[in-house]
């Protein structure tokens, strides 16, 4: 680990947090080693992203930051919500994934992904005094602010 500029951690989206991972994450802890982390098999029975991410707060100790949020789950997944541009990604079945759309965001998630996203640019904003003065004085974060603020 000591040699690693950065991790992704995968985890299960019906699984969640296993105890390989744990292992995995007290140790890039020690070596301080930036993560990313990637909830997969969203298309499963039984996935449940808000799960895998609560499980990583109680089980980790870590504070996920959501860049995207799923739209569906199980069956009815279809993409997800780009949590910087604002945007659904949806991805088309006839190609298995391999094409995809920029959209926009369901009416139904609107709410939630306009909560998510002022999670996500207040964790940008404590990046740097500069970004944090933006942000309390509610001038809005560039998207490029926002991603050099999250890395």
Do not use: C
């Amino acid at each position: 680990m000591r040699v690693l500029d950065g991790a992704v951690m995968v985890y299960d989206s019906v699984g969640g947090v296993q105890p390989q991972s744990e292992t995995v994450w007290r140790q890039a802890n020690k070596y301080k080693v930036p993560r990313l982390a990637f909830v997969n098999k969203m298309d499963r029975i039984g996935a449940d992203f808000f799960r895998v991410r609560k499980m990583m707060i109680e089980r980790l100790k870590a504070n996920p930051v959501p860049i995207v949020i799923p739209i569906g789950a199980e069956d009815h997944f279809s993409g997800v919500v780009d949590l910087v541009r604002m945007k659904a990604i949806l991805w088309d079945e006839a190609s298995q994934g391999m094409n995809f759309s920029f959209e926009e965001i369901p009416a139904e998630l609107r709410d939630s992904a306009q909560e998510w996203r002022e999670n996500m640019i207040e964790a940008a904003a404590e990046a740097s005094e500069e970004l944090m003065e933006k942000y309390l004085n509610q001038v809005p974060l560039s998207e490029e602010e926002i991603v050099h603020g999250l890395r």
